[in-house]
């Protein structure tokens, strides 16, 4: 079992940023790769960034390429995601997510350890 823990969650303005950081536990992570998805009230959660357990591959949806960057400090268990140029649309909680495999992805259901969310408010 993986336990992870997100923080780093806020209120910004509009053109602000936040870094979020998720700290996983439990269950080696060694070999996971980690992902960041997005949830509004009555929305699907929706794929945000994800990461290789190498950190050489990474992906991200068309809505914040160029805006958001995901990291990972494999030697801390703690991946990120800085968050630039935000927008009011980029409001949602948002979930850390970890996988049994190496490889990024941007599909939901490959991943099989998801954090309690941090919620990410941008005003205005």
């Known amino acids: 079992q993986v336990q992870l823990v997100e923080s780093g969650g806020g209120l910004v303005q509009a053109g602000g940023s936040l870094r979020l950081s998720c700290t996983a536990s439990?269950?080696?992570?060694?070999?996971?790769?980690m992902g960041w998805f997005r949830q509004v009230p009555g929305k699907e959660r929706e794929f945000v960034a994800a990461?290789?357990?190498?950190?050489?591959?990474?992906n991200y949806a068309d809505s914040v390429k160029g805006r958001f960057t995901i990291s990972r400090d494999n030697a801390k268990n703690t991946v990120y995601l800085q968050m630039n140029s935000l927008k009011p649309e980029d409001t949602a909680i948002y979930y850390c997510a970890a996988r049994r495999n190496s490889g990024s992805s941007y599909y939901r259901g490959s991943y099989d350890y998801w954090g309690q969310g941090t919620q990410v408010t941008v005003s205005s």
């Open positions: 990461i290789s357990w190498s950190g050489g591959s990474t």
């Open positions: 439990g269950r080696s992570f060694v070999g996971s790769a």
